[in-house]
T-cell receptor
Framework: DGGITQSPKYLFRKEGQNVTLSCEQN?????MYWYRQDPGQGLRLIYY???????QKGDIAEGYSVSREKKESFPLTVTSAQKNPTAFYLC?????????????FGSGTRLTVV | DAKTTQPTSMDCAEGRAANLPCNHS???????VYWYRQIHSQGPQYIIH???NNETNEMASLIITEDRKSSTLILPHATLRDTAVYYC????????????FGSGTRLLVRP
């Protein structure tokens, strides 16, 4: 079945370390997105990519980086510059950026800084 | 900022219809209304979306007012598994067509 796979499900990081979250989709979707969710709050957009080799900053991009070298993959790196990285991270994809396209979400990665 | 306003929480009895309201008074003519729900610690699940007309699928119905300034998501026969946070989202009509999430409505379905 087609879908989005995020790994790992749980991730622990020491302060000062970079860590990369994986997001893979086999839906043949052009657009991919990364969101962050803090407890009791809605989702906030970190980065998005409308096409391979192109990506744009979202509302809270500071301390994060991404790449889009392949259509099916959109990894997110949480750098040491991110002051409060403990959160639930969600990856999503859509067929394109037209307004009538919905998103498909992965099951998320919970990152904890120890 | 999110372009929608939803009640913080609601509840309904199992087997009854759940009607979740959403205000989007600044919606533009080419912007869609989307509904997603999120069960604790899972990714959001798509429910339904619409532009002007009412929509129905196997999960829910979406009623959009004629002036498009508000909408209602209807779960016709709520079950305990429908307990979740429900997000009403207007898909922003810029070049990226991003989904901007608000805080949503926490729906509790009571036995």
């Amino acid at each position: 079945d087609g879908g989005i796979t995020q790994s790992p499900k749980y991730l622990f990081r020491k302060e000062g370390q970079n860590v990369t979250l994986s997001c893979e989709q086999n839906l043949n979707h052009d657009a991919m997105y990364w969101y962050r969710q803090d407890p009791g709050q809605g989702l906030r957009l970190i980065y998005y990519s409308q096409i391979v080799n192109d990506f744009q900053k979202g509302d809270i991009a500071e301390g994060y980086s991404v790449s889009r070298e392949k259509k099916e993959s959109f990894p997110l790196t949480v750098t040491s510059a991110q002051k409060n990285p403990t959160a639930f991270y969600l990856c999503a994809s859509s067929p394109g950026t037209a307004a009538n396209y919905g998103y498909t979400f992965g099951s998320g990665t919970r990152l904890t800084v120890v | 900022d999110a372009k929608t306003t939803q009640p913080t929480s609601m509840d309904c009895a199992e087997g009854r219809a759940a009607n979740l309201p959403c205000n989007h008074s600044t919606i533009s003519g080419n912007e869609y209304v989307y509904w997603y729900r999120q069960i604790h610690s899972q990714g959001p699940q798509y429910i339904i979306h619409g532009l002007k007309n009412n929509e129905t699928n196997e999960m829910a119905s979406l009623i959009i007012t004629e002036d498009r300034k508000s909408s209602t998501l209807i779960l016709p026969h709520a079950t305990l598994r429908d307990t979740a946070v429900y997000y009403c989202i207007v898909r922003v009509a810029d070049s990226s067509y991003k989904l901007i999430f608000g805080s949503g409505t926490r729906l509790l379905v009571r036995p």
